[in-house]
């Protein structure tokens, strides 16, 4: 998994192009980018998309991003999608893991009411929307077997916080996001689940996309959100490992099998301890290759 595109749940034409755009997953959104008055319309839309293409062996994975826990949407959100068996749910405005436990026990009566495999629908948890949230990074740790991955956000969090912006005038996000997201990357890692970096608002500024997927890369996040299909390529590119950065992989790998009883092997010429190996195996992990 490496790029996630969002794409509003009440328009045909627009799932219809996520498929070919190259994204590893689609994040059918039901919230944000769909009016009050057209969530019927949207879950009926939704619905018929995961009808459709939940078969295919092609395809990207398939997540819903529903409504908030505390809007009175969600229960009919996920009746809508649930009886088709999406991928996963993309939770919103989550303060904490007992958000995530609790729509999880959600997701359990449905798979259950629909035939679906028990555990079978994943759940990424948006983490940071509000300042409560930022608060709750720390509980995520074994709340629930479908948690997969923790993102974050700085435009509702924004809001919440009645910042006239979430961005320096050189385009580096300010303090509060900063933080946020590093509290993001530190959550996902005590939870063992993937870290997923934010969107990157400026669909049509590509060497921007570039340099920030860099910086999450090098930070530890292994995805990137997306909300333009253009942006999908930039974020595919950035986030797979190199031949080279495999076949280092494999050789470190290959190091501490070959002398399982030490703390610390060398690979050329460098010393390499434990965290190395761990991290090789992440890498590896992600590509299919271990």
């Known amino acids: ?113 629909f035939g679906l495999e028990d555990g079978a629908t994943r759940i990424l948890a948006i983490a940071t929307e509000n300042a409560a949230g930022v608060f709750a990074l720390g509980t995520f740790a074994g709340v629930s077997h479908r948690l997969m991955g923790m993102t974050w956000g700085g435009e509702d969090l924004s809001a919440d916080l009645g910042a006239q912006a979430n961005r320096d005038d050189d385009g580096a996000y300010t303090d509060p996001y900063r933080l946020a997201r590093s509290l993001t990357l530190l959550g996902a890692a005590a939870a063992s689940v993937d870290a997923v970096d934010s969107v990157f608002t400026s669909f049509r500024d590509m060497a921007g996309l570039e340099a920030e997927c860099r910086k999450a890369l090098r930070d530890g996040f292994v995805a990137k959100m997306a909300i333009h299909p253009a942006q999908v390529p930039v974020i595919n590119d950035a986030f797979t490992p190199s031949q080279q950065a495999i076949e280092q992989a494999q050789a470190v790998i290959a190091a501490f099998a070959a002398n399982p009883g030490a703390g610390v092997v060398g690979v050329n010429g460098e010393m390499l301890d434990r965290p190395h190996l761990l991290r090789a195996e992440r890498l590896l992990k992600r590509t299919g290759k271990h």
């Open 1 to 113: 998994m490496r790029s996630l595109l969002f794409v509003p749940g009440d328009s045909p034409k627009k799932l219809e192009k996520g498929l070919t755009s190259g994204a590893d997953v689609l994040l059918i959104d039901l919230e944000d980018s769909v009016a009050l008055s057209a969530k019927d319309e949207a879950r009926r839309v939704t619905a018929e998309f995961l009808s459709d293409h939940r078969a295919r062996a092609e395809r990207p994975r398939l997540f819903v991003r529903v409504n908030g826990l505390n809007t009175g949407l969600i229960d009919a959100d996920l009746d809508g999608v649930m009886r088709i068996g999406p991928d996963g749910i993309v939770l919103p405005k989550t303060v904490g893991g007992a958000d995530v436990a609790h729509l999880g026990a959600k997701l359990a009566v449905r798979e259950a009411e």
